[in-house]
Protein backbone atom coordinates (compact mmCIF):
# COMPACT_ATOMS: atom_id res chain seq x y z
CA UNK A 1 0.00 0.00 0.00
CA UNK A 2 1.35 3.43 -0.63
CA UNK A 3 -0.06 6.61 -1.59
CA UNK A 4 0.69 6.87 -5.25
CA UNK A 5 -0.25 3.43 -5.95
CA UNK A 6 -3.81 3.66 -4.40
CA UNK A 7 -4.50 7.04 -6.36
CA UNK A 8 -3.01 6.34 -9.19
CA UNK A 9 -6.14 6.49 -11.53
CA UNK A 10 -6.96 9.79 -9.74
CA UNK A 11 -4.14 12.50 -9.74
CA UNK A 12 -0.87 12.53 -9.27
CA UNK A 13 0.58 12.83 -5.55
CA UNK A 14 3.67 14.61 -5.18
CA UNK A 15 5.97 15.85 -2.24
CA UNK A 16 8.10 18.91 -1.74
CA UNK A 17 11.31 17.92 -1.75
CA UNK A 18 14.24 19.79 0.61
CA UNK A 19 18.04 20.31 -0.30
CA UNK A 20 19.23 17.95 2.44
CA UNK A 21 16.89 15.25 0.40
CA UNK A 22 18.16 15.69 -3.06
CA UNK A 23 21.58 15.70 -1.78
CA UNK A 24 21.29 12.73 0.33
CA UNK A 25 19.52 10.38 -1.50
CA UNK A 26 19.59 7.19 0.56
CA UNK A 27 18.49 8.71 3.09
CA UNK A 28 15.13 7.25 4.81
CA UNK A 29 13.36 9.82 4.07
CA UNK A 30 13.79 9.66 0.01
CA UNK A 31 13.31 5.64 0.47
CA UNK A 32 9.74 6.81 1.60
CA UNK A 33 9.01 9.55 -0.61
CA UNK A 34 9.94 7.24 -3.52
CA UNK A 35 7.71 4.59 -2.26
CA UNK A 36 4.63 7.10 -1.51
CA UNK A 37 5.05 9.31 -4.33
CA UNK A 38 4.97 9.91 -8.21
CA UNK A 39 5.77 13.32 -8.33
CA UNK A 40 8.13 15.81 -6.73
CA UNK A 41 8.42 19.82 -6.07
CA UNK A 42 11.64 21.81 -5.66
CA UNK A 43 10.90 23.33 -1.85
CA UNK A 44 13.59 26.08 -2.61
CA UNK A 45 16.21 25.24 -4.82
CA UNK A 46 14.77 26.50 -8.25
CA UNK A 47 13.98 29.87 -6.87
CA UNK A 48 15.60 32.63 -8.59
CA UNK A 49 17.80 33.83 -5.70
CA UNK A 50 19.29 30.12 -5.75
CA UNK A 51 19.28 29.36 -9.55
CA UNK A 52 20.02 32.46 -11.13
CA UNK A 53 22.15 34.08 -8.14
CA UNK A 54 23.22 36.97 -10.32
CA UNK A 55 22.41 38.52 -13.86
CA UNK A 56 25.16 36.05 -15.56
CA UNK A 57 25.30 33.59 -13.11
CA UNK A 58 22.71 30.33 -13.42
CA UNK A 59 23.21 27.61 -11.04
CA UNK A 60 21.87 24.26 -11.88
CA UNK A 61 23.94 22.06 -9.75
CA UNK A 62 21.21 21.01 -7.49
CA UNK A 63 18.46 21.49 -10.20
CA UNK A 64 19.62 18.91 -12.39
CA UNK A 65 20.22 16.32 -9.40
CA UNK A 66 16.74 17.18 -8.50
CA UNK A 67 15.72 16.51 -11.80
CA UNK A 68 17.53 13.03 -11.97
CA UNK A 69 15.96 12.30 -8.77
CA UNK A 70 12.51 12.29 -10.30
CA UNK A 71 13.73 10.68 -13.52
CA UNK A 72 15.14 7.49 -11.49
CA UNK A 73 11.82 6.86 -9.73
CA UNK A 74 9.99 7.70 -13.38
CA UNK A 75 7.84 10.71 -11.57
CA UNK A 76 6.52 13.94 -12.82
CA UNK A 77 8.23 16.42 -12.28
CA UNK A 78 7.13 20.07 -11.64
CA UNK A 79 9.49 23.33 -11.96
CA UNK A 80 8.92 26.22 -8.98
CA UNK A 81 9.03 28.85 -9.68
CA UNK A 82 9.91 30.78 -12.38
CA UNK A 83 8.61 34.68 -11.67
CA UNK A 84 7.86 35.47 -7.88
CA UNK A 85 8.35 38.71 -6.05
CA UNK A 86 9.79 36.13 -3.16
CA UNK A 87 13.43 34.62 -2.44
CA UNK A 88 13.96 36.62 -5.31
CA UNK A 89 17.80 37.17 -6.49
CA UNK A 90 18.33 40.22 -5.05
CA UNK A 91 19.89 41.90 -8.36
CA UNK A 92 16.22 41.92 -9.91
CA UNK A 93 15.66 44.69 -8.19
CA UNK A 94 18.25 46.82 -9.87
CA UNK A 95 15.60 46.40 -13.07
CA UNK A 96 14.99 49.96 -14.09
CA UNK A 97 12.50 49.80 -17.03
CA UNK A 98 10.29 47.45 -19.55
CA UNK A 99 13.26 46.91 -21.83
CA UNK A 100 15.92 45.65 -19.45
CA UNK A 101 12.75 43.53 -17.40
CA UNK A 102 11.62 42.10 -21.01
CA UNK A 103 15.17 40.83 -21.75
CA UNK A 104 16.22 39.48 -18.41
CA UNK A 105 12.82 37.86 -17.80
CA UNK A 106 13.71 36.19 -21.48
CA UNK A 107 16.68 35.31 -20.43
CA UNK A 108 16.12 33.69 -17.11
CA UNK A 109 12.70 31.66 -18.61
CA UNK A 110 14.77 30.41 -21.54
CA UNK A 111 17.31 29.27 -20.36
CA UNK A 112 15.84 27.31 -17.36
CA UNK A 113 12.67 26.01 -19.19
CA UNK A 114 14.97 24.73 -21.96
CA UNK A 115 17.52 22.96 -20.12
CA UNK A 116 14.50 20.95 -18.76
CA UNK A 117 12.57 20.39 -21.67
CA UNK A 118 11.16 17.44 -22.24
CA UNK A 119 12.06 16.34 -18.15
CA UNK A 120 10.13 18.73 -16.12
CA UNK A 121 6.48 17.94 -16.57
CA UNK A 122 4.91 21.83 -15.93
CA UNK A 123 5.89 24.92 -13.69
CA UNK A 124 4.66 27.37 -12.10
CA UNK A 125 5.33 30.32 -14.64
CA UNK A 126 4.37 32.71 -11.94
CA UNK A 127 3.83 32.70 -8.32
CA UNK A 128 1.78 34.79 -5.74
CA UNK A 129 1.09 37.82 -8.19
CA UNK A 130 -2.12 38.53 -6.58
CA UNK A 131 -3.16 41.07 -3.28
CA UNK A 132 -5.85 39.67 -1.83
CA UNK A 133 -8.27 41.66 -3.12
CA UNK A 134 -7.77 40.52 -6.16
CA UNK A 135 -5.80 43.41 -8.06
CA UNK A 136 -2.14 43.01 -8.78
CA UNK A 137 0.81 42.69 -6.35
CA UNK A 138 3.29 45.45 -6.46
CA UNK A 139 7.22 43.88 -7.67
CA UNK A 140 9.62 44.88 -9.31
CA UNK A 141 7.82 42.71 -12.46
CA UNK A 142 4.83 45.04 -12.10
CA UNK A 143 6.87 48.18 -11.57
CA UNK A 144 8.59 47.98 -14.65
CA UNK A 145 6.92 45.78 -17.36
CA UNK A 146 3.66 46.63 -16.35
CA UNK A 147 0.17 44.31 -16.06
CA UNK A 148 1.08 41.89 -18.69
CA UNK A 149 4.40 40.47 -17.59
CA UNK A 150 2.28 37.67 -16.83
CA UNK A 151 1.26 36.61 -19.97
CA UNK A 152 4.72 37.80 -21.55
CA UNK A 153 5.98 34.85 -19.00
CA UNK A 154 3.87 32.31 -19.60
CA UNK A 155 4.43 33.55 -23.47
CA UNK A 156 8.31 32.67 -22.95
CA UNK A 157 7.88 29.62 -20.84
CA UNK A 158 5.33 27.82 -23.68
CA UNK A 159 7.86 29.22 -26.69
CA UNK A 160 10.55 27.60 -24.62
CA UNK A 161 9.05 23.86 -23.67
CA UNK A 162 5.47 23.36 -25.80
CA UNK A 163 4.86 20.24 -23.96
CA UNK A 164 5.01 20.87 -20.25
CA UNK A 165 2.05 22.67 -18.55
CA UNK A 166 2.24 26.07 -17.19
CA UNK A 167 0.61 27.00 -13.62
CA UNK A 168 -0.18 29.91 -12.06
CA UNK A 169 -0.08 29.50 -8.89
CA UNK A 170 -0.97 31.47 -5.35
CA UNK A 171 -2.31 31.03 -1.96
CA UNK A 172 -5.81 32.13 -0.59
CA UNK A 173 -7.05 30.74 -3.80
CA UNK A 174 -10.58 30.11 -1.92
CA UNK A 175 -11.13 33.93 -0.22
CA UNK A 176 -13.66 34.95 -3.17
CA UNK A 177 -11.66 38.43 -4.19
CA UNK A 178 -8.75 36.69 -4.93
CA UNK A 179 -10.28 33.96 -7.12
CA UNK A 180 -12.25 36.90 -9.29
CA UNK A 181 -8.99 38.72 -9.60
CA UNK A 182 -7.04 35.23 -10.59
CA UNK A 183 -9.68 34.45 -12.89
CA UNK A 184 -9.86 37.69 -14.22
CA UNK A 185 -6.36 37.61 -15.07
CA UNK A 186 -5.92 34.49 -16.39
CA UNK A 187 -8.90 35.45 -19.01
CA UNK A 188 -6.18 38.16 -19.99
CA UNK A 189 -3.49 35.86 -20.81
CA UNK A 190 -5.97 33.53 -22.48
CA UNK A 191 -7.58 36.36 -24.77
CA UNK A 192 -4.41 37.03 -26.11
CA UNK A 193 -3.89 33.49 -27.34
CA UNK A 194 -1.08 32.99 -24.82
CA UNK A 195 -1.87 29.18 -23.07
CA UNK A 196 -2.41 28.44 -19.48
CA UNK A 197 -2.36 24.74 -18.35
CA UNK A 198 -3.40 25.09 -14.66
CA UNK A 199 -4.07 27.02 -11.71
CA UNK A 200 -2.30 25.74 -8.42
CA UNK A 201 -4.21 25.82 -5.10
CA UNK A 202 -1.21 26.38 -2.90
CA UNK A 203 -3.55 24.35 0.08
CA UNK A 204 -1.80 25.92 3.11
CA UNK A 205 -4.94 25.02 5.32
CA UNK A 206 -6.28 25.44 8.74
CA UNK A 207 -8.66 22.90 10.98
CA UNK A 208 -11.63 24.64 10.11
CA UNK A 209 -10.56 26.98 7.43
CA UNK A 210 -11.40 27.13 4.42
CA UNK A 211 -14.97 24.95 4.26
CA UNK A 212 -14.82 22.22 2.24
CA UNK A 213 -17.64 23.81 0.40
CA UNK A 214 -15.45 26.87 -0.28
CA UNK A 215 -12.94 24.99 -1.38
CA UNK A 216 -15.50 22.86 -3.77
CA UNK A 217 -16.84 25.94 -5.21
CA UNK A 218 -13.06 27.45 -5.90
CA UNK A 219 -11.99 24.26 -7.86
CA UNK A 220 -15.01 24.44 -9.77
CA UNK A 221 -14.30 28.14 -10.97
CA UNK A 222 -10.84 27.33 -11.54
CA UNK A 223 -12.29 24.53 -14.20
CA UNK A 224 -14.48 26.86 -15.33
CA UNK A 225 -11.71 28.52 -16.98
CA UNK A 226 -10.78 25.34 -19.14
CA UNK A 227 -7.60 24.64 -17.14
CA UNK A 228 -6.38 22.02 -15.04
CA UNK A 229 -6.36 22.48 -10.96
CA UNK A 230 -3.13 21.43 -8.75
CA UNK A 231 -3.45 21.39 -5.38
CA UNK A 232 0.12 22.35 -4.70
CA UNK A 233 1.39 22.76 -1.39
CA UNK A 234 -0.47 20.84 1.22
CA UNK A 235 0.00 21.27 4.73
CA UNK A 236 -2.54 21.73 7.75
CA UNK A 237 -1.83 23.73 10.27
CA UNK A 238 -2.70 23.05 13.69
CA UNK A 239 -1.21 26.34 15.46
CA UNK A 240 -2.56 29.68 16.28
CA UNK A 241 -2.30 32.20 13.88
CA UNK A 242 -0.91 35.55 15.18
CA UNK A 243 -2.91 37.51 12.54
CA UNK A 244 -5.90 35.48 14.78
CA UNK A 245 -4.72 37.68 17.54
CA UNK A 246 -6.33 41.34 17.68
CA UNK A 247 -4.61 44.99 18.43
CA UNK A 248 -2.56 44.99 21.44
CA UNK A 249 -1.93 41.39 21.73
CA UNK A 250 -0.01 41.11 18.17
CA UNK A 251 2.42 43.72 19.13
CA UNK A 252 3.33 41.66 21.72
CA UNK A 253 6.09 39.39 22.00
CA UNK A 254 4.51 36.64 21.10
CA UNK A 255 7.28 34.47 19.98
CA UNK A 256 7.38 33.34 23.43
CA UNK A 257 4.17 33.08 23.78
CA UNK A 258 3.08 29.49 24.99
CA UNK A 259 -0.55 30.70 23.14
CA UNK A 260 1.33 30.52 20.19
CA UNK A 261 2.94 27.71 20.87
CA UNK A 262 0.58 25.61 22.68
CA UNK A 263 1.43 22.08 21.70
CA UNK A 264 4.75 21.72 21.99
CA UNK A 265 5.37 19.32 24.10
CA UNK A 266 2.84 16.88 22.11
CA UNK A 267 -1.02 17.41 20.28
CA UNK A 268 -3.60 16.38 22.28
CA UNK A 269 -6.17 13.67 21.06
CA UNK A 270 -8.89 16.31 20.49
CA UNK A 271 -6.82 17.83 18.03
CA UNK A 272 -5.88 14.69 16.14
CA UNK A 273 -8.72 13.67 15.89
CA UNK A 274 -10.09 17.14 13.92
CA UNK A 275 -6.74 16.90 12.01
CA UNK A 276 -7.57 13.20 10.76
CA UNK A 277 -10.93 14.38 9.79
CA UNK A 278 -9.59 17.30 7.76
CA UNK A 279 -7.58 15.28 5.87
CA UNK A 280 -10.16 12.44 4.86
CA UNK A 281 -12.69 15.51 4.03
CA UNK A 282 -10.29 17.30 1.69
CA UNK A 283 -9.07 14.07 0.05
CA UNK A 284 -13.26 13.34 -0.82
CA UNK A 285 -13.94 16.50 -2.24
CA UNK A 286 -10.71 15.74 -4.26
CA UNK A 287 -11.64 12.55 -5.28
CA UNK A 288 -14.80 13.47 -6.14
CA UNK A 289 -13.51 16.08 -8.56
CA UNK A 290 -10.63 14.14 -9.68
CA UNK A 291 -11.19 14.46 -13.35
CA UNK A 292 -10.69 18.29 -12.74
CA UNK A 293 -7.24 17.58 -10.58
CA UNK A 294 -4.02 17.09 -12.05
CA UNK A 295 -1.93 16.28 -9.01
CA UNK A 296 -2.29 16.47 -4.82
CA UNK A 297 1.06 17.71 -3.80
CA UNK A 298 2.21 17.79 -0.18
CA UNK A 299 4.44 20.85 1.35
CA UNK A 300 7.04 18.44 2.87
CA UNK A 301 7.24 15.30 3.91
CA UNK A 302 6.88 15.26 7.49
CA UNK A 303 6.43 17.21 10.94
CA UNK A 304 10.33 16.78 11.22
CA UNK A 305 11.04 19.64 8.45
CA UNK A 306 7.75 21.46 7.61
CA UNK A 307 8.04 25.32 6.96
CA UNK A 308 5.31 25.58 8.84
CA UNK A 309 7.56 25.11 12.55
CA UNK A 310 9.47 28.17 11.28
CA UNK A 311 6.52 30.34 9.63
CA UNK A 312 4.63 32.48 10.50
CA UNK A 313 6.91 32.66 13.54
CA UNK A 314 10.18 30.86 14.20
CA UNK A 315 10.98 27.56 15.73
CA UNK A 316 7.30 26.13 16.72
CA UNK A 317 6.63 22.77 16.79
CA UNK A 318 3.73 22.10 14.44
CA UNK A 319 2.40 18.95 13.42
CA UNK A 320 1.04 19.90 9.54
CA UNK A 321 1.64 16.62 7.77
CA UNK A 322 1.09 12.90 7.74
CA UNK A 323 4.02 11.50 8.37
CA UNK A 324 5.02 12.13 11.99
CA UNK A 325 8.83 13.14 13.47
CA UNK A 326 9.92 9.75 13.47
CA UNK A 327 8.63 9.37 9.82
CA UNK A 328 5.60 6.86 11.27
CA UNK A 329 2.44 7.33 8.80
CA UNK A 330 0.03 8.94 11.31
CA UNK A 331 -3.96 8.08 11.12
CA UNK A 332 -4.49 11.06 8.45
CA UNK A 333 -2.91 9.05 6.13
CA UNK A 334 -5.13 5.56 7.39
CA UNK A 335 -7.84 7.80 6.80
CA UNK A 336 -7.08 9.43 3.18
CA UNK A 337 -5.64 5.40 1.83
CA UNK A 338 -9.15 4.35 3.74
CA UNK A 339 -11.18 6.51 0.62
CA UNK A 340 -9.74 4.09 -2.17
C1 LIG B 1 8.73 28.25 1.54
C2 LIG B 1 9.68 27.11 1.91
O1 LIG B 1 8.92 26.01 2.33
C3 LIG B 1 10.63 27.56 2.97
O2 LIG B 1 11.62 26.57 3.22
C4 LIG B 1 11.31 28.88 2.58
O3 LIG B 1 12.11 29.35 3.64
C5 LIG B 1 10.28 29.91 2.21
O4 LIG B 1 9.44 29.41 1.19
N1 LIG B 1 4.49 29.69 -0.91
C6 LIG B 1 5.35 29.15 -1.82
C7 LIG B 1 6.53 28.39 -1.37
O5 LIG B 1 5.08 29.23 -3.04
O6 LIG B 1 7.63 28.52 -2.23
C8 LIG B 1 6.93 28.75 0.03
O7 LIG B 1 7.96 27.85 0.43
C9 LIG B 1 5.74 28.67 0.95
C10 LIG B 1 4.66 29.64 0.53
Given at each position: ????N???E?F ?15 SL??I ?12 N ?23 A ?8 I ?18 K ?5 A ?16 K?NS ?6 A ?13 D ?24 Y ?17 I??I ?19 S???E ?15 V ?6 I ?23 M????K ?25 D ?11 D ?9 I ?15 A?K????I????
Open positions: ISLKEFKNYMGVAINESQIEEQDETLISKEFNSITAEIMKSMFVHPSKDTFDFKLTDKYVFGKKYNMFHGHTLIWHSQLAPWFKTIDSAEMSVMENHIKTIVSRYKGIWDVVNELNEDGTLRNSVFLTYGEDYLAYAFKLASESDPDTDLYNDYNMTSVDKRNGAIKMKRQDKGIKVDGIGMQGHWRLDPSIVIEESILAYAELGVKAITELDNVLPSPWDLVGAEVSQNFESSEKNPYSSLPDSIQIKFTKRYQDIFKLFLKHQKISRVTFWGLSSHTWLNNWPEGRTNYPMIFDRRLQKAYDSISLK
